[in-house]
């Protein structure tokens, strides 16, 4: 099936999916808790008046992990219950400490876009490599279509936090796409910036749009910037409230794939005990 026959079938499906739908993750009720604690989980998708909870099926959740504050990694995948009536599942940390959740897809998304929409998406998520080989190749004037996977970290704090158990957090992970704070937000009081670095198949990631976002205001992200040469961007630090940073990229499809990119969306999620939390009784 050529490409042009996989895009009308992809219309057909309804597989054209809004760009403001494609930040994707992972929402604990709370994101300080205590040990023992069940901690309810929603998968989110989308911002403002088109945040919903996602509807991803539970055969695309490739891996749901969490790595403890000593480094080790265990599955979390039993503790998913997708579609539930208040959540998608639920966290269990017994150990105190600073605990990253991490949740991937598989990549058998798939968006189809009539050129000018797929354009103004490319633009507004910085995708210049796409937009400079679609110049180049003159296929500005062409519908596109990709195939997608997600990529979600969500910071958890479980008790009191612990200042020298961080580094499992400002280290990469391998993943396919991942943004990596240089510090831990709750490492310290925030003060000054929050530096955070962007790795794309492993290596440092130049050009990249990151979007900074408070969850509870989340129409549109508060700050946006462009990582360097070394894939380091930096934002005014949050100590108050919950906050993602997002990130998308693609690359060229093979010229034998049905797809013209294979792009991947990722998001860090972290957030703050209220004043409220903090002393209540």
């Not at 088109?50 to 503790?79: K, Y």
């Not at 005014?236 to 969306?265: H, I, M």
Request: aromatic share 8%; net charge neutral.
């Amino acid at each position: 099936m050529n490409k042009h026959k996989v895009f009308a079938l992809l219309m057909a499906m309804g597989c054209a999916l809004p760009a403001a739908a494609h930040d994707f993750w992972i929402q604990p009720q709370q994101y300080w808790s205590q040990p023992d604690a069940a901690i309810p989980i929603t998968l989110q998708v989308g911002h403002g008046s088109e945040r919903q909870r996602s509807q991803i099926r539970s055969n695309r959740i490739a891996s749901l992990f969490a790595v403890a504050p000593d480094g080790t990694m265990e599955d979390m995948r039993a503790s998913l219950r997708l579609r539930g009536l208040q959540d998608d599942g639920h966290l269990h940390f017994s150990v105190p400490g600073t605990y990253l959740v991490v949740l991937q897809t598989d990549d058998r998304g798939r968006s189809a876009l009539p050129a000018h929409r797929f354009n103004e998406y490319a633009r507004a998520e910085g995708l210049t490599g796409a937009l400079e080989q679609r110049e180049r190749t003159g296929q500005m004037s062409s519908q596109a279509a990709e195939s997608y996977r997600r990529v979600s970290k969500a910071i958890v704090q479980v008790g009191a936090v612990e200042m020298n158990r961080q580094a499992h957090v400002t280290t990469p992970l391998g993943l396919p796409l991942e943004i990596v704070p240089e510090r831990s937000p709750y490492a310290e009081p925030l003060a000054g910036e929050l530096p955070v670095r962007v790795f794309f198949e492993g290596q440092p990631l130049a050009g990249a749009l990151v979007k900074l976002t408070q969850l509870e205001h989340d129409a549109a992200p508060v700050e946006m910037r462009r990582t360097d040469s070394s894939g380091r961007a930096s934002f005014s630090a949050r100590g108050r409230g919950a906050w993602l940073l997002n990130v998308v990229w693609t690359k060229p499809a093979a010229a034998s794939a049905e797809v013209d990119f294979e792009t991947t969306f990722s998001s860090l999620s972290f957030g703050f005990v209220s004043e409220r939390t903090a002393h209540a009784p």
